[in-house]
């Protein structure tokens, strides 16, 4: 199988799906009237989604790789569709939060099974390019979402807006159901026939649990490679993400001036969204490039926390439309960066047949993080100013450059010993 005859429907039916999703970050602090909640619960609304694929995620792996990739991808487009068209037809806190908990479910079966299905078709020589190439769509749709719903919302309505959103993603589930192969190796699918045959799915559930525990204590480059994801997808999709909007709005009131032109902030914070997208998927396949041919992982990996943390610290500190935009557009360059990176290693440190359920482990660190930063910000605007948000992050990042420090530190001491991962580094 040719990698295009994968990525364009499964790069096309991702990014379709998160129209809906992303046009909530653009513009539902600005709609609570609407739809029936108070500034408090923005935070749980942006966050419970993700809260719920902590779980999910690991389970999600549990069935990809026992019952097949493609199924599972289906059923998760089809609730995508199901839950942004709630968006638009429910009112007040219980019946949206029931919309984002589907959601939550929704993302798990398309994001663990998209990037299962690319590792399925991925080598370590160009594991870091076409990762890097399908976080692209992905941020494809980071990109669009935002602006497109930001759009329609001005125009339409929110609850319009939605409808047509989940429009969209039905385009995407039509063309993932015509166009999206199975991608579970053959010797794979037949050996989960013959085991089927002899345990049901509880048993093969507790034998998974303990292999990702012996896996989790015996992969130190792993553990760390998780660790940091976590701290990315919680400082920049959960933190700067949910926050922009708020950014602008506290920074420069409902509009501001830009050209000597009134811009209102709902409009420019889906512009900020989606060029953060844009530029983080245009740095994916170069970063993931440049990781399988000429500086390794690591260093790309290292770069892109350098560069996070001077993009937190503009944000920290700016005042004026320019300076967040370049705050935001440095911020972007570090996640494309390290998602690409980040996900290639975990493909070349997954053991074979277990790609995922090792990718559902590493997808629920993601959600840790990403579910956390929204509850967190949210809950303390009411009291600090965002910039000290802005450099906890960047604390963080460094954080994440002290454990790369200890795990080289580590793995040079095993080798000389006689004793290092040869999986590590």
């Not at 619960?41 to 419970?48: C, E, K, Q, R």
């Not at 990109?143 to 319009?160: C, D, E, I, Q, T």
């Not at 303390?380 to 604390?395: K, M, S």
């Amino acid at each position: 199988m040719t990698p295009s005859r994968l990525i364009l429907p499964l790069g096309f039916a991702v990014a379709m799906s998160l129209f809906g999703d992303l046009t909530l970050y653009a513009v539902l602090v600005t709609q609570l009237d609407v739809v029936g909640l108070s500034l408090a619960a923005v935070g749980v609304m942006l966050g419970i989604n993700r809260l719920i694929r902590i779980p999910g995620n690991p389970l999600t792996g549990v069935l990809l790789d026992r019952f097949g990739r493609r199924r599972l991808f289906i059923l998760g487009m089809t609730l995508g569709v199901i839950s942004t068209a709630g968006y638009a037809l429910v009112y007040g806190f219980w019946p949206f939060l029931t919309m984002r908990l589907l959601w939550g479910t929704a993302w798990t079966l398309i994001n663990v099974g998209g990037m299962t299905m690319m590792l399925d078709i991925s080598t370590a020589a160009n594991r870091g390019r076409l990762l890097g190439t399908y976080n692209t769509w992905v941020l494809a749709g980071l990109a669009a979402g935002p602006l497109v719903g930001g759009f329609l919302v001005g125009k339409y309505g929110f609850r319009p807006a939605l409808l047509i959103c989940s429009a969209l993603t039905a385009i995407g589930w039509l063309v993932a159901l015509l166009a999206l192969p199975e991608t579970l190796p053959e010797q794979h699918r037949q050996g989960r026939e013959n085991k089927g045959r002899r345990q049901n799915l509880h048993q093969a559930l507790q034998q998974w649990f303990l292999r990702i525990q012996t896996l989790w204590q015996s992969q130190r480059t792993l553990v760390t490679v998780a660790l940091l994801f976590m701290l990315v997808m919680f400082s920049g999709e959960g933190i700067v993400f949910s926050t922009i909007s708020l950014l602008l709005q506290r920074r420069f009131g409902d509009s501001m001036y830009l050209i000597g032109m009134s811009v209102a902030v709902a409009s420019m914070s889906g512009v900020l969204l989606g060029l953060r997208s844009f530029l983080a998927g245009a740095t994916g396949p170069l970063a993931g490039h440049l990781s399988d041919t000429h500086f390794g992982r690591w260093p790309v990996v290292i770069t892109s926390l350098v560069i996070g943390i001077i993009g937190f610290i503009t944000l920290g500190l700016a005042t004026s439309p320019l300076l967040i935009l370049i705050g935001v557009a440095v911020g972007a360059i570090s996640s494309g960066m390290a998602m690409a990176t980040l996900g290639a290693l975990v493909g070349d440190l997954s053991p074979e047949g277990k790609q995922g359920s090792v990718m559902g482990a590493y997808a629920s660190m993601g959600d840790i993080g990403s579910a956390t930063g929204p509850f967190l910000v949210f809950a303390l605007v009411t009291v600090i100013d965002l910039r000290w948000v802005y450099f906890f992050c960047a604390a963080l990042f460094l954080l994440g450059l002290w454990l790369i420090a200890r795990l080289q530190r580590s793995e040079a001491w095993l080798a000389t010993a006689g004793i290092g991962d040869r999986s590590s580094l």
